[in-house]
Nanobody
Framework: QLQASGGGLVQAGGSLRLSCAAS????????MGWFRQAPGKEREFVAA????????YYADSVKGRFTISRSNAKNTVYLQMNSLTPEDTAVYYC??????????????????WGQGTQVTVSS
């Protein structure tokens, strides 16, 4: 089970840190990703990192503003979001996959998904 948290309402230019806690799974066995879905839009890739956290992959729209990290000891992955804009408003989902290779990180066919956490950025 994946439990995402940390969403909320923030003003443009602000920051939020999302967390995704994995229970019943060993995080170090999984590639972890973050996706988001805005109203009326398709779910889109945000960021992902490798099983060790040593490799990261970002969508161009968040590069330089968002940072994905993980603590395998705490079985938790994080998404630090800085310089938020209203365009970042969406429900954010974490996802886990055991077999993905780096080039496939942005593809949404992950094995497991969390329930989502709402991020709202006001202008």
């Amino acid at each position: 089970q994946l439990q995402a948290s940390g969403g909320g309402l923030v003003q443009a230019g602000g920051s939020l840190r999302l967390s995704c806690a994995a229970s019943g799974r060993t995080l170090s066995s999984y590639v972890m990703g973050w996706f988001r879905q805005a109203p009326g839009k398709e779910r889109e890739f945000v960021a992902a990192n490798s099983r060790t956290g040593g490799s990261t992959y970002y969508a161009d729209s968040v590069k330089g503003r968002f940072t994905i990290s993980r603590s395998n000891a705490k079985n938790t992955v994080y998404l630090q979001m800085n310089s938020l804009t209203p365009e970042d408003t969406a429900v954010y989902y974490c996802a886990a996959d055991k077999t993905k290779i780096y080039s496939d990180y942005p593809q949404p066919n992950y094995d497991y998904w969390g329930q989502g956490t709402q991020v709202t950025v006001s202008s």
